[in-house]
């Protein structure tokens, strides 16, 4: 990934709080960023963050201090994790996902909090609205442009009626783009095939529930899922089951296409929301924001090979239009 594409998609308004002014610091300011699991978007988004950072003047080793830790997709380490950055009182607690973000909101009102790769935010009651939250949260939604992507499936597969949808119900960003599919799913004439997966153990035998009941599989960002990618990705290939996410990244690794956030600059955007507490700003003045309504371009991903391997063929005008095309 080219770390200098994100530039393109902010909007005026966005790009210009990024990079506004330098920051200014008597003494180190320390952020701790905590992450369910190191899986490539996660990951693109704390480094998307720690560039964010930069850009606004606030520079590891100079004056700052990062500590990032990430609990291996395990919620009780997650939580673990969570309180002890909270007993070490970092000037802000950077939480990636719902479930840590969770965990931060619970145990503490104190320490400024900036929530990054969420799809709902108020779903998850993290926060009560994104103009000026409140309290001591604010933010960045991750929501897919669902409408855009699924717009692109059909195109690869121009018989889509029914999709199948992998989630884990206990996760409220999946809950939430689980409703933002059918809503849109409805108005294309596609119908939404729910299977659940709770844990990872379980993601495989919910990928193989759906095949011959649909016409593709849709992968959201739920954390369960995509830590059970590969065997998603296998499922597809052996059966001739097209399999589609809601993230880009996946792309590469098999999946046969998606549209969505460059992960690095939805972390960009959050580290500006960081920079503007370091910099003095209350936190619950600070709009929450949703990244694809700040973004102007869509990153277009498919993979010719995992098409032919799924079955499918992707169509010309759509390899044109691509980002980025693995072969």
């Given at each position: 990934m080219k770390k200098n594409?994100?530039?393109?998609g902010l909007t005026g308004l966005v790009a210009s709080t990024l990079i506004a002014g330098a920051a200014f610091a008597a003494?180190?300011?320390?952020?701790?960023?905590?992450n369910l699991v190191d899986v490539p978007p996660l990951v693109e988004t704390k480094e998307g963050i720690i560039e964010g950072l930069k850009l606004r003047g606030w520079v590891v080793g100079?004056?700052?201090?990062?500590d990032y830790k990430q609990a291996n997709g395990k919620m009780d380490t997650n939580a673990q994790i969570v309180k002890k950055f909270i007993g070490?009182?970092?000037?802000?607690?950077?939480?990636?996902?719902?479930p840590t973000a969770q965990a931060a909101v619970a145990n503490t009102k104190d320490i400024p909090i900036v929530f990054a790769a969420i799809t709902d935010p108020v779903k998850a009651e993290l926060i009560a609205q994104y103009i000026k939250p409140g309290k001591n949260v604010t933010g960045v939604s991750d929501a897919a442009p669902i409408a855009t992507q699924l717009a692109l499936f059909k195109k690869i597969v121009p018989g889509l009626t029914k999709i199948g949808f992998i989630y884990n119900p206990g996760l409220d960003n999946a809950l939430a783009t689980l409703g933002w599919l059918k809503e849109e799913s409805a108005k294309m004439g596609i119908i939404v095939v729910e299977s659940a997966a709770p844990t990872v153990n379980e993601v495989l035998i919910a990928t193989k529930r759906l095949v011959g009941?649909?016409?593709?599989?849709?992968?959201p960002n739920d954390t369960?899922?995509?830590?059970?990618?590969?065997?998603?990705i296998k499922i597809g290939q052996d059966t001739d089951t097209p399999?589609?996410?809601g993230e880009t990244g996946h792309v590469e690794v098999g999946v046969i296409a998606s549209v969505g956030l460059d992960y690095f600059a939805h972390g960009i955007v959050a580290g500006g929301m960081v920079a503007d507490i370091l910099d003095g700003q209350t936190v619950g003045d600070i709009d929450a924001l949703v990244a694809y309504k700040n973004v102007t371009d869509f990153k277009i991903v498919v993979n010719l090979a995992s098409a032919v391997k799924m079955g499918v063929t992707i169509p010309a005008d759509v390899i044109a239009s691509a980002t980025q095309v693995f072969e």
């Open positions: 594409m994100f530039i393109k003494e180190m300011k320390t952020v701790a960023i905590a100079e004056n700052l201090t990062i070490q009182n970092p000037d802000v607690l950077v939480a990636i996902t719902t009941k649909v016409d593709a599989i849709y992968v369960t899922v995509i830590s059970a990618i590969a065997g998603i399999i589609f996410a």
